[in-house]
T-cell receptor, first 114, second 112 residues
Framework: DTGVSQDPRHKITKRGQNVTFRCDPI?????LYWYRQTLGQGPEFLTY????????KSRLLSDRFSAERPKGSFSTLEIQRTEQGDSAMYLC????????????FGPGTRLLVL | DQQVKQNSPSLSVQEGRISILNCDYT??????FLWYKKYPAEGPTFLIS?????DKNEDGRFTVFLNKSAKHLSLHIVPSQPGDSAVYFC???????????FGTGTSLTVIP
């Protein structure tokens, strides 16, 4: 399977705990995006990487959230001191960029904070 | 603030008929628009896109229309098939080229 993969698919944690999610993009894709999706809403942009450089972050991304893409391949999204409001689906997407860019999404990680 | 809006949460259409999904946006700087389809427990899948310099793009049963003056786009599916039943999201690329804004989705049900 050469699509975008995410791990874990589901995560249940207690409030205040830290969680880390992993995304493996399509291998030749240099762009990587993280989104958050809550019930009844569309994906909401969180952050964007061009290779290993994090070039854009949403104003909605609190300082409890941090993302890395250390070698320009896989990426991790960490949430520290989780809150119940962090419960959502976290989606990763990758692309080659370009004027007519197509993002390929992974299946997402569903987070539930109790 | 929701810059991309899909005002119809759901739509039901008979098999073989045309499905029309609508999307409105507020930012005239958006230069590229996309439609994604999403099945339960899966990530969104790209369907079709259109650049702001065009007003129509067609791919098989799917056609996207863009009306820049009205800041409106629509997705036409004809003929609709039961396998088209899914949630459809429209998305727009922002002026930095790095942010994509999604609507809230329209759940399409195609009735056999």
């Amino acid at each position: 399977d050469t699509g975008v993969s995410q791990d874990p698919r589901h995560k249940i944690t207690k409030r205040g705990q830290n969680v880390t999610f992993r995304c493996d993009p399509i291998s030749e894709h240099n762009r990587l995006y993280w989104y958050r999706q809550t019930l009844g809403q569309g994906p909401e942009f969180l952050t964007y990487f061009q290779n290993e450089a994090q070039l854009e972050k949403s104003r909605l991304l609190s300082d409890r959230f941090s993302a890395e893409r250390p070698k320009g391949s896989f990426s991790t999204l960490e949430i520290q001191r989780t809150e119940q409001g962090d419960s959502a689906m976290y989606l990763c997407a990758s692309s080659l960029g370009g004027h007519q860019e197509t993002q390929y999404f992974g299946p997402g990680t569903r987070l539930l904070v109790l | 603030d929701q810059q991309v809006k899909q005002n119809s949460p759901s739509l039901s259409v008979q098999e073989g008929r045309i499905s029309i999904l609508n999307c409105d946006y507020t930012n005239s700087m958006f230069d590229y628009f996309l439609w994604y389809k999403k099945y339960p427990a899966e990530g969104p899948t790209f369907l079709i896109s259109i650049s702001s310099i065009k007003d129509k793009n067609e791919d098989g049963r799917f056609t996207v229309f863009l009306n820049k003056s009205a800041k409106h786009l629509s997705l036409h599916i004809v003929p609709s098939q039961p396998g088209d039943s899914a949630v459809y999201f429209c998305a727009a690329r922002g002026p930095t080229g790095n942010q994509f804004y999604f609507g809230t989705g329209t759940s399409l049900t195609v009735i056999p």
